[in-house]
């Protein structure tokens, strides 16, 4: 199933922001916007359980990663 899309324009200082943000967590824009809107509109309980727990262990290994230097133990 295709989801629906939506196109929005960004003030230049908001999408550089975004960009940074983005590089530090890890994560995708769309990520992002997703969340956002979810939590700005009161819905984050709408959002899939197993895309929250994916994002979670994505999170997890990615913070796993950095607090071993980049070297996996398992």
Do not use: H, N
């Amino acid at each position: 199933m295709v989801s629906p899309q939506f196109c929005v324009r960004l003030p230049k200082e908001l999408d550089e922001r975004l960009s940074t943000y983005v590089k530090v967590a890890g994560t995708t824009k769309t990520k992002v916007m997703l969340d956002a809107l979810a939590y700005y509109l009161g819905c984050t309980d709408d959002v899939p359980l197993v895309r929250r727990v994916i994002e979670m262990e994505e999170r997890l290994t990615a913070l796993e990663t950095e607090v071993r230097g980049g070297r996996r133990s398992w």
